[in-house]
C-alpha cells in the first residue's frame, strides 16, 4: 500500500516555529514533485508549498512566503515544512501530497495530516 505518512506540528506559540516532516512507504517518491497542502476548519484544502523531484525549484503560496521553507532528502524518502515566525491564521491540518506543484487536481496521495495549532 502505498502513503505518505506525516509527523510533527503540535502547539506554538504565535511567533514560534515548528517543523513537519513526511515519508514516503511503499514506493518511491524520488522521481515526483511532493508538497504540503493545509486545511483550516471551515475552509477548503488549500496550497502551502511544493518542491520538484530534485528539489531544484520551490514554490511557496504567498501567505507562508519568507516563513516556510520546504526541502526533501530523497536517500530518505521524506520532504520537510521548516515553519517559523507562525501566525495564528496558520492554524490548521496540514497534508503531506504527490505529485504536485500547487494543483491540487493531480495530487494522487496525501498523507492522513496533522494538527499545527497556533495560539496567542
Known amino acids: 500500500q502505498v502513503t505518505l505518512l506525516e509527523s510533527g506540528g503540535g502547539l506554538a506559540q504565535a511567533g514560534g516555529s515548528l517543523s513537519l516532516s513526511c515519508v514516503g512507504l511503499?514506493?518511491?517518491?524520488?522521481?515526483?514533485?511532493m508538497g504540503w497542502f493545509r486545511q483550516a476548519p471551515g475552509q477548503e484544502r488549500e496550497f502551502v508549498a511544493a518542491?520538484?523531484?530534485?528539489?531544484?525549484?520551490?514554490y511557496y503560496s504567498d501567505p507562508v512566503k519568507g516563513r516556510f521553507t520546504i526541502s526533501r532528502d530523497n536517500a530518505k524518502n521524506t520532504v520537510h515544512l521548516q515553519m517559523r515566525d507562525l501566525k495564528i491564521e496558520d492554524t490548521a491540518v496540514y497534508y503531506c501530497?504527490?505529485?504536485?506543484?500547487?494543483?491540487?487536481?493531480?495530487?494522487?496521495?496525501w498523507g492522513q495530516g496533522t494538527q499545527v495549532t497556533v495560539f496567542s
Open positions: 501530497a504527490s505529485p504536485t506543484l500547487g494543483h491540487i487536481d493531480y495530487v494522487q496521495y
Open positions: 518542491v520538484t523531484w530534485n528539489g531544484a525549484d520551490k
Open positions: 511503499g514506493r518511491s517518491f524520488n522521481r515526483s514533485s
